[in-house]
């Protein structure tokens, strides 16, 4: 073979150094954004919306815990996390998922839970109505054996949430979340007819719910195996131990003692003291944090598990939108309460940008220096400010921060009763921002809506390279708050001349708004497709409304500005019997496209068109996803998506359409 000469040599070299910067591009047409590709590690993202924690066992015979995950019904599967290093801080770092085979022919959507025992056996665990199916987990294969059956005796129920720990040797606690069932007769059970369950479902005239808030307590079986054939449950305590539900499980060993650590739904972290000679839990304790304060998940939901090292150790707990590590500096507080410090986002080895749950997108130069960065939305509450370290045409998105207003974090949480469809969504923020120059200063500004239906405004009083957000402050019309559907990302922009504010109202119809002072809007009236029919957003009732995220952005480059819509799956847009996406054949979450076809001062809107990428429609899944527009990786006015399982997606304009060729 003759040998390349020096230029043929020094052109591969070339072509090679080429590819390999390119391949780090962090847009991909069609393909989430990854994290900066200067990382080499940033937060853990979940597979899909939530990411239910198994338990951490040694795969690869080292030090060091892997993690098991299996994820929800939206992108159903048994995921394996490697352990790779530790973070600066001392947090670990998990590889990506590689996803493993479980012991059935369909995946499940069953409670799962791995146990590793002092021998190192890895075990896998799955509920089943009122049994328990296990399997022994082949470290090489990546697969669990043919299962076998525990029946579970005793529980007032099915089995929902289940541990199963190692207490010494030969010795095991099996572990069982019962709900209090109790109904009186002020609180009647919910009907099952759904026309009458809203008025059950809901707050009352003193304005309290109509329901008894649920709770939970412990039922468990000690054995002398992890393998039995029958377990006789008995109750371990009361069953006022939370609000919801107990929803993981694990084993924490201080000083010789032995403590039964519990998540919550609504992210408390319980500790009870072990007697495995009595075979009985101490009265609840809490973890507080190094201040004596007892800690609270950031997120909803409280899946955990253990992780100990000899470098390292603490608990890990898995929620929707973010998965967290506590270290444990292995100390008591003057109370006798377990401390564990506070929160820290877990890391994994080159992520996707991940932006906890249901991200909502803006592209816009929040910091001033010429880029477009990201400020989000999420299902948490939060609004995040995701720095560009590079450019637009090459962007380098850094990890999320916390966007703070007044000195304090922007952090939306609607509480007992400020959220329609009850307590129980008590953790759900549902912050969906619009980054605009409100008030012509120069500076961006942020208009929210949210899980309360509230619609206000930050206004930034900092420079251009500095925001600094007032606290929130609501927008008023007539006087009263303005006040409509739920988890609206209002459409904001300037329209003839004037700012102009679009949001989706009480009738759950798209209504227009222009701006009269800072704080105070006057009304436009509804929008229309052609000059009367008004356009609906929804056909369910309830907690389906609304959702819709607004965006006014000429999209098809006319010199009109039109309207673009990311939907939940149930929207049906511009009215209920054919209206998109939920009557189109494959419904999900879309991007829909309302071209105007009036003007800025009176517009008319044609019906609407979901967009397709590369001839097929974009499909976000099941509860929303929001859009953003900005010349992101070219000349072209491109596309950014925000999914439900917290990454944003980038189209190139030229990969889209919407029944008539891009511009």
């Not at 393909?31 to 990382?39: A, E, F, G, Y």
């Not at 530790?86 to 990506?96: A, E, H, M, Q, R």
């Not at 994994?348 to 803006?362: F, I, R």
């Not at 929001?626 to 950014?640: F, H, I």
């Amino acid at each position: 073979m003759k040998p390349l000469s020096f230029s043929a040599l020094l052109l591969s070299v070339l072509i090679l150094t080429i590819s390999n910067v390119f391949g780090q591009h962090s847009l991909v047409s069609g393909k989430p954004i990854k994290l900066n590709p200067d990382s080499t590690y940033g937060r853990f993202a979940l597979p899909s919306v939530n990411g239910f924690m198994m338990g951490t066992a040694h795969v690869n015979d080292d030090a060091y815990p892997d993690l098991f995950l299996y994820s929800d019904k939206y992108n159903p599967g048994t995921f394996l996390y490697q352990f790779e290093k530790f973070g600066k801080d001392g947090t670990p770092v998990y590889s990506d998922k590689r996803k493993i085979t479980i012991p059935f022919e369909k995946e499940t959507q069953n409670k799962a839970v791995i146990l590793e025992n002092d021998r190192k056996d890895i075990l896998g665990y799955w509920a089943f109505g009122n049994e328990l199916k296990y399997g022994l987990f082949d470290k090489k294969n990546l697969t669990f054996s043919a299962p076998k059956t525990i029946n579970v005796k005793n529980l007032p129920g099915g089995i929902t949430h289940f541990g199963v720990i190692q207490l010494a040797a030969s010795r095991y606690l099996f572990l069982f979340t019962v709900s209090d069932t109790v109904r009186s007769a002020k609180y009647p059970a919910t009907p099952t007819d759904p026309a009458r369950r809203h008025q059950y479902e809901s707050y009352g005239q003193e304005g309290f719910w109509q329901q008894q808030l649920p709770k939970s307590g412990i039922y468990g079986a000690f054995t002398d195996r992890p393998d039995v054939s029958t377990l006789d449950t008995k109750a371990l305590t009361s069953l006022t131990q939370t609000y919801y539900s107990l929803e993981g499980y694990t084993l924490y060993t201080l000083q010789g003692e032995q403590y039964l650590i519990a998540g919550t739904t609504l992210g408390n972290i319980h500790a009870y003291q072990i007697d495995a000679q009595k075979e009985t839990l101490s009265e609840r304790g809490y973890i507080t944090d190094p201040e004596g304060q007892t800690l609270r998940n950031p997120a909803i939901h409280g899946y955990l598990t253990y992780f100990k090292s000899p470098a390292q150790q603490g608990l890990i707990v898995s929620s929707e939108g973010g998965i967290y590590f506590y270290k444990s500096d292995e100390k008591k507080n003057k109370n006798g309460s377990l401390v564990l410090r506070k929160p820290v986002h877990l890391l994994q080895s080159n992520p996707d940008l991940y932006g906890s749950s249901l991200v909502v997108p803006e592209l816009v130069d929040w910091d001033g220096d010429g880029d477009l960065d990201i400020v989000s939305g999420t299902s948490l509450g939060y609004i995040y400010f995701i720095e560009n370290a590079g450019t637009n045409l090459n962007p380098k998105y850094k990890t999320p921060v916390n966007i703070k207003a007044g000195g304090y974090d922007i952090y939306i949480q609607p509480g007992y009763n400020q959220d329609i469809q009850g307590p129980v969504e008590t953790r759900w923020g549902y912050s969906s921002p619009t980054v605009y120059d409100w008030n012509g200063d120069g500076l961006p500004d942020i208009l929210t809506g949210d899980s309360r239906g509230k619609f206000n405004i930050y206004l930034n009083k900092g420079t251009r390279t500095k925001p600094a957000l007032e606290p929130e402050h609501p927008l008023y019309l007539d006087g009263l708050d303005v006040h409509g559907a739920w988890r609206v990302k209002p459409g904001v922009g300037k329209m003839a001349g004037k700012n102009t504010y679009v949001m989706i109202d009480t009738d759950d119809e798209f209504h227009l708004y222009r701006q009269l002072d800072n704080y105070n809007l006057l009304d436009g009236g509804k929008l229309t497709i052609g000059d009367s029919i008004p356009i609906r957003a929804n056909f369910k009732k309830g907690g389906e409304i609304g959702r819709s995220k607004i965006s006014i952005v000429d999209w098809d480059q006319d010199g009109v500005k039109d309207l673009l819509v990311g939907t939940p799956r149930y929207a049906t847009i511009p009215e209920p019997k054919k209206g998109m996406p939920f009557r189109l054949k494959d419904n999900g979450a879309a991007v829909v496209f309302l071209r105007n076809s009036g003007t800025e001062e009176r517009p008319v809107y044609e019906y609407p068109v979901a967009l397709k990428f590369k001839g097929e429609r974009i499909n976000m899944g099941q509860h929303e996803c929001g859009v953003a527009t900005g010349y992101l990786g070219g000349n072209s006015l491109n596309l950014v998506v925000g999914s439900e399982t917290g990454r944003f997606y980038f189209y190139k304009r030229e990969d889209l359409d919407w029944g008539q060729k891009a511009k």
